[in-house]
């Protein structure tokens, strides 16, 4: 599933990239509907059913937000179940850059097609159309363009979020509005 991401700005003035709230509202929604419905007729859900509702319950409690906090100098990733959820924390001092990273899944790493497709889902994020293929053909079905969003520090890179190149331009515009909020430059590749 593509869950989109939604960039907020709090009160105390960090900028939060999180699970949107109609996410949880929804996941509540349906776990609460097939829990009822499961347990209705008065007797206990089956083998399918118990599975049903922990993946229901796991999607509810699932955790995935950043923190940029410019008062505080840091960046915080919480993610993974509410209950037992990882965190990494980084100064903004430790932070090089971000980087716009294209990737094609179906693609062959190092072709000269790889590398086409990577400029034009770059292309794209800019908001310039990707044109056919010459002679009219489309590109197949199994080459899907993502873009990936990294910050990169000394020694390590981090995965903000990958997103499928068809939002690409809405995905442009918040990784530019992180790497301004966070005084770090914004490069591609």
């Not at 923190?67 to 919480?78: A, L, S």
């Not at 044109?131 to 890179?157: H, I, M, W």
Request: with cysteine; proline share 7%.
């Amino acid at each position: 599933m593509d869950l989109p991401l939604v960039l907020v700005l709090r009160r105390d003035g960090a900028l939060v990239y999180r699970i949107p709230v109609w996410f949880r509202i929804a996941m509540g929604i349906v776990f609460a509907a097939v829990t009822l419905s499961l347990f209705y007729g008065g007797h206990l859900p089956g083998t399918v059913g118990w599975i049903v509702i922990a993946i229901l319950f796991l999607a509810l409690i699932y955790r995935e937000t950043w923190v940029f906090d410019q008062t505080g100098g840091e960046v915080r990733h919480r993610f993974g179940l509410l209950i037992a959820a990882r965190s990494l924390t980084l100064p903004f001092g430790d932070i090089g850059v971000f980087r716009l990273v294209p990737w094609v899944r179906g693609s062959i790493p190092g072709s000269a097609e790889e590398k086409l497709e990577n400029r034009q889902t770059l292309e794209a994020s800019r908001g310039r159309q990707i044109p056919d293929e010459p002679g009219g053909k489309r590109r197949p079905r199994y080459r899907k363009p993502f873009l990936t969003l990294v910050l990169e520090a000394p020694g390590k890179s981090v995965t903000i979020n990958m997103v499928p190149a068809r939002r690409a331009i809405a995905f442009r515009a918040i990784a530019e509005k992180i790497a301004r909020y966070c005084d770090k430059p914004l490069e591609e590749g």
